[in-house]
């Protein structure tokens, strides 16, 4: 059975840093990524990566503070998280497949003013 099963989020104060982790398990995915929802909103792309690292795109609000990578021998992929901010406090998802149509259950990341 396949599973993604996210790690890493917590309370952290603005300026601050976490690493996201993601370790997938039944397969290996040729793209996985991450997204947020934040309470009230919808769910947005947070940043995305191919097996090999070759093709990597982010979101607007996160290039340049966040970082998107893999580990393929640990079937994981990591999200670190520099120079927080408040309106990055959401849930994160891993996500993997076809339209994204895998995902984990999710880490809360709360990003303190």
């Known amino acids: 059975q396949v599973q993604l099963v996210e790690s890493g989020g917590g309370l952290v104060q603005a300026g601050g840093s976490l690493r996201l982790s993601c370790a997938a398990s039944?397969?290996?995915?040729?793209?996985m990524g991450w997204f947020r929802q934040a309470p009230g909103k919808e769910r947005e792309f947070v940043a995305s990566?191919?097996?090999?690292?070759?093709?990597?795109y982010y979101a607007d609000s996160v290039k340049g503070r966040f970082t998107i990578s893999r580990d393929n021998a640990k079937n994981t992929v990591y999200l670190q998280m520099n120079s927080l901010q408040p309106e990055d406090t959401a849930v994160y998802y891993c996500?993997?497949?076809?339209?994204?149509?895998?995902r984990g259950q999710g880490t809360q990341v709360t990003v303190s003013a």
């Open positions: 990566i191919t097996w090999n690292g070759a093709t990597i």
């Open positions: 996500a993997a497949g076809s339209s994204w149509s895998i």
């Open positions: 039944g397969r290996t995915y040729s793209r």
